[in-house]
């Protein structure tokens, strides 16, 4: 049995690229492993963020969780913030990695480039550390995320070898980095040379789908999202960046391969393709937002599995800490 382990920041409505990226498989992994999936607070607040609505954001990440098919009888979820553990480990490790490792960092090295470097915080620079520490707390084998956090994992797993070689043990799991087949990285449809993101600005945010978004709304940034000159439903990432990025979404919700979606779609219009693109996405969002919904106003129920979560993450993460707290000699 595996343990494994993924989460999501509440920075802003999440996009159709975190759920077919990372939350949509979360409930395949529950049956035959231990599973801990968790609200990624602490993340939220390396931007400035409103309080009001980094909490409502809170709330929106387990809801989906839940409206996803995550069991809390088979998963342990939960809120990074209420786990006190992970800021020890997080202070304990930081001393385990580099500046210029850190640097390499590809969301880091945009995040420079977006933002004027007086308004980058220290806690962009170290965030990786922190997932990291996220990772090891529940000795994880299994990282289900998106491409975007492939590079992050990768670092978890240095630093783990780095600790273990240093110290002549296996006291910190390594941990794997599980992509879903497609998915892993959509792009925006407006300009599908970027990722879709939560933070897309205005300009290209109508190539953004937020889960949030009704049924007309998806339905028209589907059928306007950009193509090319072409007329052939066919994968070619390269030069049909937008065709593709819909082959990978379609993939994604019928469950087939690209070349079935090359045949199936043979001698079509990019029309006809983008309709039935819309019919894929809305036959699955809608009962999900309806689920949504339901979990969504019952905040009782949602503190209560919060609560529950962090006791069940809490007794896991104490032995864990304890561990590496011996090795290092605070203990
Ligand atoms: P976050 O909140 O940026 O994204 C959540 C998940 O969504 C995936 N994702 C995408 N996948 C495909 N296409 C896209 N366009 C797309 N955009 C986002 C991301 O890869 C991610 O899986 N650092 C993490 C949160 C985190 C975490 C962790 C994850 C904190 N600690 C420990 C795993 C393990 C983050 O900011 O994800």
């Known amino acids: 049995m595996s343990r494994v382990l993924s989460g999501i920041k509440p920075t802003g409505k999440l996009t159709l690229g975190n759920y077919l990226g990372s939350f949509r498989n979360f409930h395949n992994y529950q049956a035959e492993n231990e599973t801990f999936i968790f609200v990624a607070d602490l993340h939220a607040l390396t931007l400035p963020i409103e309080p009001d609505y980094l909490n409502s954001n809170i709330y929106d990440i387990i809801a989906y969780y839940l409206a996803s098919g ?187 391969e690209v070349s079935e979606v090359e045949k199936r779609f043979e001698g079509a219009n990019y029309g006809t393709f983008k309709k039935a693109v819309a019919d894929a996405v809305l036959e699955e969002l809608i009962p999900f937002k309806e689920k949504f919904n339901t979990y969504r106003q019952n905040k009782a129920l949602l503190d209560q599995i919060f609560k529950d979560g962090a006791s069940k993450a809490r007794k896991i993460a104490d032995k864990v800490l304890d561990r590496i707290m011996k090795v290092v000699g605070l203990r």
């Open 70 to 256: 995550l069991d809390p009888e088979k998963t342990v979820l939960f809120k990074q913030s209420d786990i006190y553990e992970v800021s020890v480990l997080d202070t304990i490790l930081i001393n385990y990695i580099y500046m210029g490792e850190l640097s390499r960092m590809i969301q880091y090295k945009e995040k420079v480039k977006e933002l004027n470097n007086a308004k980058i915080g220290v806690g962009i620079f170290t965030y990786p550390v922190l997932m990291a520490c996220d990772i090891f707390l529940y000795d994880s084998d299994i990282v289900p995320v998106g491409e975007d956090q492939r590079q992050h994992v990768e670092l978890a797993h240095d630093i783990a070898r780095r600790f273990n070689a240093r110290y002549k043990g296996e006291y910190i799991k390594l941990p794997h980095t599980a992509l879903p087949k497609a998915g892993k990285r959509i792009m925006n449809l407006v300009d599908p040379s970027r990722k879709m993101s939560k933070s897309d600005d205005s300009a290209i945010s109508k190539g953004v789908i937020y889960l949030e978004d009704n049924e007309k709304t998806i339905r028209k940034k589907i059928m306007s999202a950009v193509t090319d000159s072409d007329t052939k439903v066919i994968y070619d990432p390269t030069n049909k960046p937008g065709i593709s990025n819909l082959i990978n979404i379609y993939c994604a919700f019928k469950n087939v």
